[in-house]
């Protein structure tokens, strides 16, 4: 029973692009949540999606935008890329809405130069 | 709105000691609060997690956390820690639908 994957696993780009970075959840899971870490801190909400609608957004700008598909993966996009969005970007998992708890995966690692 | 504090940046103990790391959370109604370890280059792997009941809940690698509301605290512990405990560790506080505020983590060290 596979876990969370993400792809790609590591990710360089320059200023100005766009991103795209890609997560299948656990299997049995259907809400999806992506977590910015930026190096040595905790993980920062970003958005989490449920039946394929954005349901919970953090404190993060418009740049910032995802996608969930029917299948539960999901997507994060993140346009004008800024030096500042260098960071692990963390996808987890979960059955529900009900604080059950987040499997996450192993993350991508993005660098922007 | 809710926050999560760990005091302890770094932390260095000797194998076989035993351990405590600190959180403190900031939560208006009754907190669902997690620990999750990560070893470098990984994603986060749950400890434990506290729902209600029992303020002493038990984890996966012989961890365990107390619950104290009136320091609203939950501290984590391991009576005595094994090399491969070396990590980082994040306490996070669930406010509604499943979001997580995380702390800035304890980076562990263990020496032999």
């Known amino acids: 029973d596979a876990g969370v994957t993400q792809s790609p696993t590591h990710l360089i780009k320059t200023r100005g692009q766009q991103v795209t970075l890609r997560c299948s959840p656990k299997s049995g899971h259907d809400t999806v949540s992506w977590y910015q870490q930026a190096l040595g801190q905790g993980p920062q909400f970003i958005f989490q999606?449920?039946?394929?609608?954005?349901?919970q957004r953090g404190n993060f700008p418009d740049r910032f935008s995802g996608h969930q598909f029917p299948n539960y993966s999901s997507e994060l996009n993140v346009n004008a890329l800024l030096l500042g969005d260098s960071a692990l970007y963390l996808c987890?998992?979960?059955?529900?809405?009900?604080?059950?708890?987040?499997?996450f995966g192993n993350g991508t690692r993005l660098t922007v130069t | 709105a809710q926050s999560v504090t760990q005091p302890d940046i770094h932390i260095t103990v000797s194998e076989g000691a035993s351990l405590e790391l600190r959180c403190n959370y900031s939560y208006g109604a009754t907190p669902y609060l997690f620990w999750y370890v990560q070893s470098p280059g990984q994603g986060l792997q749950l400890l434990l997690k506290y729902f209600s009941g029992d303020t002493l809940v038990q984890g996966i690698k012989g961890f365990e956390a107390e619950f104290k509301r009136s320091q609203s605290s939950f501290n984590l512990r391991k009576r005595s820690v094994h090399w491969s405990d070396a990590a980082e560790y994040f306490c996070?506080?669930?406010?509604?639908?499943?979001?997580?505020?995380f702390g800035t983590g304890t980076q562990l060290k263990v020496e032999l």
């Open positions: 987890a998992s979960s059955r529900g809405q009900n604080n059950s708890p987040l499997h």
């Open positions: 996070a506080v669930a406010g509604g639908g499943n979001k997580l505020t």
């Open positions: 999606y449920y039946e394929e609608e954005e349901r």
